[in-house]
């Protein structure tokens, strides 16, 4: 067999081998039974999930034997690879639009109505209707087979009870409002709405306070009991007088901060009377009086207690569990989420804390409004493509029934038990259950303390005056424009007024571009680029044997190219040019020709012209600010050339244990880049830091470095140059090319150390600077881990450095068009400064030989 042939088969195996590894639309099992998908935010199913889908599973089977046309369903994990699935939803979007996402998904509420806005998700109300008809059949019917084995049982706690409850209909007037409308989405141009998430579960928020600290200061009642803020005047009052520093005034303790735990703008926006959005959802009102009110309140606080960069450093020492700076007795009053109580009855057993309402200004409550709170939570969904949406709604009504929640209070509850730690479950947005749980697990619990009762009871009684997140199509950017606006104001970037009129601005634009999108032409089928790019494939493979035999005659061909050696090295670089053909040059073309177009992943592209490219330059208020961020960091190049040749040099001596030293100063150079950043977030912590303890110990005040944007950058500068043993290696191979001959001869003629270094080291390295210039600043305007890990892009959009710009707007926001014209335009910068450079080297970079 010729070795084209061998060739020929090993692919055509290799073809099959993938076909039949390939996903397929619907598993089918030897037994019969049909696999679901299941993709939630803590990865694989385990514990109480796992529990009752097992549960889920065994009865889907009993009603197959008893109704064979009933399928058996398996329940599979999905994964997703995200630090954060709601604002880092990419792998999800990505398999929608693949048509092969999970078939339910345990997604944030505004998260699933703002994505239901683009046709992400699909509208459950036909799968409601449809399950009343057929409860309602059923139940009339007597004769009527049972839809779950054992339904019709008596006694109605015995087993089929519980499968009753688990096929009883899901009713809207069975779950509290808040949870129950932040799932619907009701379109803005049409006014039609629909439900795409059954809620399962709600986390609200109440004021937790310490009452020793009260006490100490003497905010108590005629009984002598802490007495907590009900106004914000109060809480204004308390915050800054619970305060305490240390001899170098330092904040010790500090009464309140108002966004730490979670409250955020949404809560004081509420609390005065404020709204988010217009009723009709085609007006962001993010600039509403009220909450510029509360904007103001917030900012207040914050200076009366010091300015936001020292409030910032002093939550740097914060964390978790045991150490969390509420239990420790650092923080006196705080808002927080209902999640906390866990970890509260844990490790504050011993803490003396009390719950109560969020304050409220005295004016709304004067004027006979109760205190509110806000809600969030998460529920399942059904994606658009999911391959078996009717086993995914089965699944989804099972998951959220009484039954199964039965099952999983007592997995957690035995899974906590055998830990040592009590159990407290957390809040449901289905009236009965949420009932169910408290009075099982919390009121009749004879272990339960009195305080932690009280305060779940408080949780609960907020629960149905709670108001939740805005449902619109630019959820994730009113939401982020909210915490930019406080930014802002808090460190007097702007004034509250200011600060909320310039983002509203920004999310009104971007929710006019999504209700009225740009006119352009839309690109319904990409069968044309398939074989445009198949053309220009054919064409360059053909250029290039041209250009390389356009001297050679028929007979140099036969010899060339067609003889044995020629073949192996085309088989050789096969796997290269295919992957380089395939993964490389196809993606390369294909953004080049999205940057032209509005594209979301989600619907066909349009094609917009240049409008991504004007847009870029005179409408992104961020992309200026991002690119001066990232240019701004091109000062960290020369101080990483100069330690790293400066350690080179060192390193180039001959002495004792040389090899051990090189080991030492090359090892930071392979640490992962998150260990990295991990390390440096705790050597930058402004009150607890080893940088500020160092120079503390010699009389300086530290910065509050990555909690202030006069410092940000400055800290992840000194953060790369930890890493300049990287570099240092290419230091050093230019340093032993440099022969002693030129050192020697110098010496003769009377050179000393410095003219030494100044005309042989460096004319003889410039080709190492050169090479280290050119890579340094390509590095640069890729600059992203750091910031993604260590600020989140802050404090005020200080570190949003361009490829994290990028980022967003390509894989939070999904608009992928904009991010393609984007990448193009930093692609150009990268080539004309790398042209630059090549231009000049000539007249400063020396080779040897020249």
Not at 392 to 400: G, K, S
Not at 656 to 670: D, E, H, K
Not at 809 to 821: D, K, P
Request: aromatic share 14%; hydrophobic share 45%.
């Amino acid at each position: 067999m010729s070795g084209w042939m061998k060739g020929a088969l090993t692919g055509a195996v290799l073809v099959t081998v993938l076909w039949l590894l390939a996903p397929q639309r619907a598993i089918r099992h030897e037994d019969g039974a049909v696999e679901l998908t299941f993709m939630g935010p803590d990865g694989p199913i385990k514990g109480a999930l796992e529990d009752s889908i097992r549960e889920f599973e065994r009865l889907s089977r009993l009603r197959h034997e008893a109704d064979p046309s009933y399928p058996i369903y398996r329940v599979i994990s999905g994964q997703h690879a995200s630090r954060n699935q709601v604002e880092d939803p990419t792998r999800f979007i990505v398999s929608v639009a693949g048509g092969m996402p999970p078939d339910v998904i345990f997604f944030d509420r505004f998260a699933i109505t703002e994505w239901a806005a683009r046709g992400t998700f699909l509208p459950l109300d036909d799968h409601l209707a449809r399950d009343e008809q057929t409860w309602a059949a059923w139940q009339a019917d007597e004769s009527a087979p049972e839809p779950w084995p054992g339904a019709r049982e008596e006694p109605p706690r015995a087993k089929g009870a519980s499968a009753l409850a688990a096929i009883e209909p899901i009713r809207e007037t069975n779950f509290f409002a808040s949870c129950w409308n932040e799932a619907v989405y009701r379109n803005p141009l049409t006014d039609d709405s629909a439900v795409y998430g059954i809620p399962n579960n709600a986390d609200n928020r109440v004021l937790l306070y310490n009452k020793d600290i009260l006490v100490r200061h003497g905010y108590t009642n005629a009984q002598g009991e802490a007495r907590p803020p009900r106004t914000w005047e109060e809480l204004e009052e308390m915050a800054i007088a619970m305060t305490e520093r240390d001899a170098q005034g330092k904040i010790k303790t500090i009464g309140f901060i108002p966004n730490y735990g979670n409250s955020w703008l949404y809560l004081y926006g509420w609390q005065a009377g404020g709204e988010f959005m217009s009723e009709e959802g085609r007006r962001c009102t993010l600039n509403d009086p009220r909450i510029a009110e509360a904007l103001d309140f917030m900012t207040r606080i914050y200076d009366e207690l010091g300015g936001a960069s020292d409030v910032y450093a002093f939550q740097t020492s914060f964390q978790g569990d045991a150490l969390d700076p509420f239990i420790q007795g650092k923080v006196a009053m705080k808002i927080d989420g209902v999640w906390i109580l866990s970890s509260l009855a844990f490790y504050g057993r011993d803490l003396n804390f009390g719950s109560a309402p969020p304050p409220m200004p005295k004016r709304e409550l004067d004027a006979g409004r109760e205190p509110i709170s806000w809600v969030g939570g998460w529920a399942y969904a059904i994606p658009s493509t999911a391959r078996q949406p009717d086993g995914a709604w089965e699944l989804i009504r099972y998951l959220v029934s009484r039954r199964s929640l039965e099952i999983m209070l007592e997995s957690e509850y035995f899974t906590y038990a055998s830990q040592g730690r009590p159990y407290m479950p957390r809040q449901y947005p289905n009236r009965a259950q949420n009932d169910f749980a408290y009075e099982k697990y919390v009121e009749r619990n004879p272990n339960m303390e009195p305080k932690f009762k009280a305060a779940m009871k408080q949780f609960n009684d907020l629960l149905p005056n709670s108001r939740f997140r805005p449902v619109t199509p630019v959820g994730q950017k009113l939401w982020n424009a909210q915490i930019w606006a406080m930014e802002d104001a808090i460190f007097h970037k702007k004034s509250p007024k200011e600060s909320l009129d310039y983002y509203t601005a920004i999310v009104q634009r971007d929710l006019n571009l999504l209700l009225d999108p740009p006119k352009g032409t839309p690109v319904r089928s990409w069968g044309w680029f398939f074989w445009v790019y198949g053309v220009l494939v054919v064409l360059a493979v053909a250029g290039a044997w041209w250009w390389d035999t356009r001297r050679k005659g028929l007979e140099g061909l036969r010899t060339a190219y067609f003889r044995a050696e020629w073949r192996g090295g085309v088989a050789c670089a096969l796997p290269f040019l295919i992957g380089l053909i395939v993964f490389t040059g196809g993606p390369l073309l294909f953004s080049i020709i999205i940057s032209f177009c509005r594209f979301d992943v989600l619907n066909p592209a349009v094609f917009t012209g240049l409008r991504n490219y004007t847009f870029m330059f005179r409408g992104d208020e961020l992309f200026w600010k991002s690119l001066y961020n990232t240019v701004f960091m091109v000062l960290g190049i020369p101080l990483g050339m100069v330690l790293g040749l400066a350690i080179a040099l060192l390193l180039n001596l001959k002495v004792r244990g040389v090899a051990v030293w090189r080991t030492f100063f090359y090892l930071p150079s392979i640490v992962p880049a998150v260990a990295a950043s991990i390390l440096w977030m705790w050597m930058f912590n402004p009150q607890s830091g080893l940088l500020n303890a160092m120079l503390g110990a010699v009389g300086i005040e530290g910065p509050n470095w990555l909690q202030d944007e006069h410092t940000s950058k400055w800290a992840l500068i000194l953060m790369g140059l930890w890493g300049a043993g990287g570099g240092m290696i290419i230091w050093l191979a230019g340093l032993k090319g440099i022969s002693e001959s030129y050192y020697e001869a110098a010496a003769i003629d009377g050179a000393g150390t410095w003219h030494k270094f100044i005309y042989i080291t460096l004319p003889m390295l410039t080709p190492y600077i050169f090479f280290n210039l050119v890579m340094g600043l390509i590095g640069t305007f890729q600059i992203f881990t750091q910031a993604f890990i260590m600020t989140a892009g802050g404090p005020v959009n200080s570190t949003l450095f361009y490829a994290y710009h990028l980022f967003n707007n390509a894989f939070r926001y999904l608009n992928m068009g904009y991010a393609a014209a984007m990448a193009w335009f930093l692609f150009l910068i990268v080539v004309v400064l790398t042209a630059i450079q090549m231009k000049i080297s000539g007249k400063w970079v020396h080779y040897e030989g020249e």
